[in-house]
């Protein structure tokens, strides 16, 4: 049961966030309600993926390192200052046309550094594989790309120390939740 319910997580939040541009006469039609109707869907996408993921079992190729778990909180640190520096127009989005969809990369792939077991490679690597067909489909649909001005210090400052904070938060949710984000 653990697989079907990861599976149709990952599932729907690809066919949430693919919605508009696969139907988008549809998502049309649906005007402001579709932007709840969406927002439900990704919820329940993140409810089934966590269900799905705890109940999921599978072989097991490798496990934490210290290494590897420090490469992890750099890359999940540098994933949130993307996510914070997209918000903010900091200097990063000058050079990176979408620093959300890298960022959630960047998460991604640090979780499988850590994780290497089918379940992670189901979960995250879905995830991961959609932030990059999402980054291709946005450029399509898109091919000019104007980087925005530059930013002042003060908003590369706050998106470093957002990150930070996020960063920190995050790792006691997971300690509290029994996984052990250090080494």
Sequence with gaps: MGWILLVAGVALWWGAHFFNRLAPDRRAAMGDRGRGIVALALFVSVGLMILGYMNAWGPVWWGRS??????????????????????????????????????????????????????????????LVWAQAEIVVLNRAQPEWTPPPPAPAGKEIGAIVGAIVVTAVVMLIHNWLGYRPWA
């Design 66 to 127: 210290p290494a590897l778990v420090g490469i992890n909180n750099l890359l999940v640190l540098a994933g949130f200052y993307l996510y914070a520096a997209s918000g903010m127009k900091t200097r990063a989005t000058r050079v990176i046309r979408h620093p959300q969809l890298t960022g959630f990369s960047l998460w991604a792939v640090a979780h499988l550094l850590v994780n290497g077991d089918l379940a992670s490679f189901m979960l995250f690597g879905g995830l």
